[in-house]
T-cell receptor
């Protein structure tokens, strides 16, 4: 079975400060991990993914994520938050032995305060 | 490219009515899927398809049917609407096996469905 946890429903950060949105996962095989962002009344948009290789993955809009196999985590980070980063963020996982379907976490709402 | 197009954007139904949510993609993607989004529960997979003529159930398939007669279209049918099906529905597509399955999904903007 596959599962994803995002332990924080809401993350608040001041503009210009670094941000972290946490994600932990559970899979039986090798994980493939994705981050998506959702703005109001829109569908999810792809930010970045980890498939293999370097544990630090860089993505769109200055976001990056660090894969940590021992802690089964894939936290999303950004060095300097913008007000426009305020949105709903989803972590998703697929195991390499589990077909093509992904499991999504419950989402974390990020609010960047001016 | 329009990407993934969902219609309608909003719909209100009465309990027991049926309807079809439309989804079309113009990217020649093999894999298509339907999710429902409910507060605090993330996205849950309803049905998916790995190619024309092939569909399968996801995590929450009860009360929904799908078909995939063409690569482009993947409609979702509510057979007899119930208040528990009030949700936001998203259609998504990706390359699938032709892209070695680890390509990101492209999402439509959703259909907001209320069942009274």
């Amino acid at each position: 079975a596959q599962s994803v946890a995002q332990p924080e429903d809401q993350v608040n950060v001041a503009e210009g400060n670094p941000l972290t949105v946490k994600c932990t996962y559970s899979v039986s095989g090798n994980p493939y991990l994705f981050w998506y962002v959702q703005y109001p009344n829109r569908g999810l948009q792809f930010l970045l993914k980890y498939i293999t290789g370097d544990n630090l993955v860089k993505g769109s809009y200055g976001f990056e994520a660090e894969f940590n196999k021992s802690q089964t985590s894939f936290h999303l980070k950004k060095p300097s938050a913008l007000v426009s980063d305020s949105a709903l963020y989803f972590c998703a996982v697929r195991a390499d032995n589990y077909g093509q379907n992904f499991v999504f976490g419950p989402g974390t709402r990020l609010s960047v305060l001016p | 490219n329009a990407g993934v197009t969902q219609t309608p954007k909003f719909q209100v139904l009465k309990t027991g009515q049926s309807m079809t949510l439309q989804c079309a993609q113009d990217m020649n993607h093999e894999y298509m899927s339907w999710y429902r989004q409910d507060p605090g529960m993330g996205l849950r997979l309803i049905h998916y398809s790995v190619g024309a003529g092939i569909t399968d159930q996801g995590e929450v398939p009860n009360g929904y049917n799908v078909s995939r007669s063409t690569t482009e279209d993947f409609p979702l049918r509510l057979l007899s609407a119930a208040p528990s099906q009030t949700s936001v529905y998203f259609c998504a597509s990706s390359l699938g096996r032709q892209g070695k399955v680890n390509q990101p999904q492209h999402f439509g903007d959703g259909t907001r469905l209320s069942i009274l």
